[in-house]
């Protein structure tokens, strides 16, 4: 069978990572979580105070910026490191979550994620999630998916989430935070998000996620099939 790339994009809270991680592990390819890329960087910035409108300040910082995954042994997964240190808990954060939208939306910063994506997914074989993966990244990607959901049922999910981390938060926090979140990745200049030609929508809110990667992997399957 021949290696593809399959980008998975669309709104947050959609179940796009799960999604994307259980096809990978079903297909026994890589998998690339873009947006913990964009989290490490805001982590970066925060820690450091970077200056998110200067674009000299925000290039210098990049330069001393390395991210890498790393696959934890014991769990299996995938974690996020910024420059050695693990920070995949830290990156889920609320706070993380409030500032990222408006740190993605940075060019010099899109520049340099996109170099790095694009490098990781050169020999194929890879499964990457993120918001320009079918648009801008990968733009040949032999699979596209396109996930969106009701904003409610994604604030509900990202809830259960967060509690399972031990955060808990109000409902309208989490709404509010996902429609910010929407309307900035949507209207920025930048990459905005947006569905492909050629990608395929799914609508995820009456799905399960069993059910959401078994039809990815599917289509992935039957993708291969006509190569
Ligand atoms: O998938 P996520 O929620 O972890 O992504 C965090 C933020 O990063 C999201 O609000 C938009 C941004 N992002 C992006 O601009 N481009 C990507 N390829 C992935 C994420």
Redesign the pocket.
């Known amino acids: 069978m021949p290696k593809i790339v399959i980008a998975v ?1 669309g709104y ?2 959609c179940g ?2 799960t999604t994307a991680k259980g096809v990978a592990a079903r297909l026994g390819y890589a998998y690339i ?7 490490a960087v ?1 982590l970066y910035f925060l820690q450091n105070h970077v200056s998110l409108t200067n674009p000299k300040d925000v290039t210098k910082a990049l330069e001393n910026i390395k991210i890498e995954f790393r696959r934890n042994p014991e769990t299996g997964r995938n974690e996020t490191f910024l420059n050695g240190l693990n920070v995949e808990d830290e ?2 954060k609320l706070y993380i ?1 409030n500032m ?2 408006e ?3 940075i060019t010099e910063v ?1 520049r340099a ?2 170099a790095q ?1 694009q490098r990781m997914g050169k020999s194929r074989g890879v499964v ?6 079918g648009t ?2 990968f733009p040949d990607a032999e699979l596209k998916v396109f996930m969106t959901a009701d904003a409610e049922t994604r604030a509900a999910r990202r809830q259960i989430e967060l509690l399972a981390k031990g955060d808990m938060l109000d409902i309208d926090e989490i709404l509010a935070n996902i429609r910010k ?1 929407d309307l ?2 949507t209207t ?1 200049a930048d ?1 905005p ?1 947006r569905q492909a030609d050629d990608a395929h929508l799914i609508d995820t809110t009456n799905m399960t996620l069993d059910g959401q990667i078994a039809l990815v992997t599917r289509m992935a399957e039957d993708t291969m099939t006509k190569i």
Do not use: E, F, H, N
Request: charged content about 30%.
């Open positions: 994009d947050s809270s796009k990572s979580d873009t947006g913990a890329m964009y989290r805001t990156i889920r979550a990222v939208s740190v993605s939306a899109r994620m996109v994506q990457m999630d993120g918001r320009d993966i801008v990244v979140r900035i990745d920025r990459s998000l």
